[in-house]
């Protein structure tokens, strides 16, 4: 299993907290959400052509967590009530001992968003703090009238 940990999430909290406390907690689940979804652009972006319904069953999910430390997980959906059976990523990823060779998509998706990890987390933060603004404006207009 692999994961990433978003280390510079702190600081965007610590600094919602005091420029915009009541918008803190939805400001910060939106960007990691939107970080999540990067990966799994990323990902789906590194898949081989023929692989069935890997793609489509790629999901982000959210995990239970404190609401101050959402947690998102991008993960391959599989079972018997999925659509899309997404089970058979670790065969591609790691090759099979019969002749599958190992693809490593999911581990160079991984070492490029590390990479540009703060990237990612401004980009996202700026983005859904702009789209914050501008639905607190129409609020603070509709409510003005």
Same mark, same amino acid.
């Given at each position: 299993?692999?994961? *990433?940990?978003?280390? +510079? ?13 009541? #918008?803190?907690?939805?400001?910060? %689940?939106?960007?990691?959400? +939107?970080?999540?979804?990067? *990966?799994?652009?990323?990902? /789906? ?5 023929? %692989?069935? +319904?890997?793609? !489509? ?6 995990? #239970?967590?404190?609401? $101050?430390?959402?947690? =998102?997980?991008?993960? =391959? ?9 997404? /089970?058979?990523?670790? &065969?591609?990823?790691?090759?099979? /001992?019969?002749? @599958?060779?190992?693809?490593? &998509?999911? !581990?160079?998706?991984?070492?490029? *968003?590390?990479?540009?990890?703060? $990237?990612? *987390? %401004?980009? @996202? =933060? ?8 501008? !639905? ?10």
């Amino acid at each position: 299993m692999m994961s *990433i940990e978003l280390k +510079g999430i702190d600081d965007v909290k610590k600094l919602l907290e005091d420029v915009a406390p009541k #918008r803190a907690t939805n400001l910060i %689940t939106a960007t990691v959400r +939107g970080v999540a979804n990067e *990966i799994k652009k990323e990902i /789906s972006g590194n898949l081989p052509k023929k %692989t069935g +319904g890997l793609k !489509r069953s790629l999901k982000v999910k959210k995990a #239970r967590s404190d609401k $101050f430390k959402p947690i =998102f997980r991008v993960v =391959f959906t599989g079972g018997k009530s999925e659509k899309n059976q997404g /089970s058979h990523w670790i &065969f591609l990823e790691h090759g099979t /001992s019969r002749g @599958q060779r190992a693809l490593h &998509f999911v !581990r160079k998706s991984r070492l490029k *968003i590390e990479s540009n990890l703060d $990237f990612y *987390i %401004t980009n @996202q =933060f700026v983005k859904k703090m702009n789209s914050a603004m501008k !639905r607190e404006t129409k609020r603070q207009a509709a409510m003005n009238k």
